[in-house]
């Protein structure tokens, strides 16, 4: 049974940075592709990046192209959302989330979540 747990949330000024951590166990997951989504109050939850976990290629939202970076550590079965320039906008509930195979976009193909960790940015 896959078991992710995220840690590395927070409240920080815009222009700030968190990085965000979601360790994963009870599996192999090399055929896995690790996603991080996010969800405000009152929206739907959306897609940040997700990154394949045995060739770490990465694919990102339009919105933090440029200040978010996916990044996995196989070692420590951790994978890790650095987050810079934040803004006031970033605030929601971040969730660390996997499925096997390709990487997708769609909080509906993932199988296992994390229960979310809280980043509040403030103006």
């Known amino acids: 049974q896959v078991q992710l747990v995220e840690s590395g949330g927070g409240l920080v000024q815009a222009g700030g940075s968190l990085r965000l951590s979601c360790a994963a166990s009870?599996?192999?997951?090399?055929?896995?592709?690790m996603g991080w989504f996010r969800q405000a109050p009152g929206k739907e939850r959306e897609f940040v990046a997700t990154?394949?976990?045995?060739?770490?290629?990465?694919y990102y939202a339009d919105s933090v192209k440029g200040r978010f970076t996916i990044s996995r550590d196989n070692a420590k079965n951790t994978v890790y959302l650095q987050m810079n320039s934040l803004k006031p906008e970033d605030t929601a509930v971040y969730y660390c989330?996997?499925?096997?195979?390709?990487?997708?976009?769609?909080?509906?193909?993932?199988?296992?979540w994390g229960q979310g960790t809280q980043v509040t940015v403030s103006s």
């Open positions: 990154v394949i976990w045995t060739f770490g290629s990465t």
């Open positions: 989330a996997a499925k096997q195979g390709s990487p997708s976009s769609r909080p509906y193909e993932y199988n296992d």
């Open positions: 009870g599996r192999t997951f090399s055929n896995y592709a």
